[in-house]
């Protein structure tokens, strides 16, 4: 297993999320594959990929999670046309016991969900840092595979749930305010939590092969002005591309899910050809340890 390819350190169970900001990524509290979808703009296709992705990854047979780490602006329900009557916000407040807040979405994989409009999570406070913590450390054992549905930008609460993840699958459109994001984010996570590596997908890609291209020229940058502590250069790992697709916009409208409406479709393919790369070079089949 290469640099990139291994997990990040794992404290041992009972650990307690990391008392200051920035958090290390070392606060990834066990042993599964925690995936934090991310992104520097927002609305560039972060919630479209984790449930599609979750959907492709079910399919291919992993038992997949996704929890909607976009506390206070959560759109995964919508995505997914769900009404939780538990979701992390009860979790959180002691209302609700955290095993009644995960529930099943339409593609077979298992969602926790947020709830929207709450300012007290505009800030990163001891008590959300510390319930957040808990949760993925609890849930991520039942599961081959977690995905976090970030908010975008480099807000402490962005950052905090990030670094929760072992890994970092970055969203990006070849917009140039899109790029100029995600490099600052990139830098952050470099810099900050200490990420030798970061994965990304180019979403909203017009031809094929933009996605490479994009992520070698944003490599260039990072490799000019970007280095972390080891003294090497943050590499970004290209993911794969996701092409502007018309069909994506139509099945959000319907509020379902593109890899069960229309699972064909360009966009549609691409993800399964996303989840199919991730599988093979990142998770471990199920079952095995
Ligand atoms: N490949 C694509 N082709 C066409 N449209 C797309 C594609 N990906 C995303 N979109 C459009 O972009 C919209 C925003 O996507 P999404 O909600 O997943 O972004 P986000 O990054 O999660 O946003 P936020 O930062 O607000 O959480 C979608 O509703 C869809 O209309
Ligand atoms: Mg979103």
Redesign the pocket.
Known sequence: MTDALSPQPTPSAGATAPATAPTPVAAAPVDARIIAVT?GK????????SANLAAALTRRGLRVLVLDA?LG?A?LDV?LNLHPKTTLHDVFTGKAQLEDAVIKAPGGFSVVLAGSGMVEYSRLTPEVRNEFFNVIQTLAPQYDVVLL?T??GISDVVLFSVSLAQEVLI?ATPEPTSLTDAYAAIKVLATQQKRQHVRMVV??AARAGDGRAITGQLQQVLDRFVTTDSGRPVRLIHMGD?????S??EA?MRRQLLMLQMPGCP?ALAVAQLANKLESTLLKPAGNP
């Open positions: 992104s927002g609305g560039v296709g972060k919630t479209f990929v976009d602006l759109n995505v549905d908010g975008a969203v979403n909203q996701i092409p502007a697709d018309s994506v916009r959000v966009a």
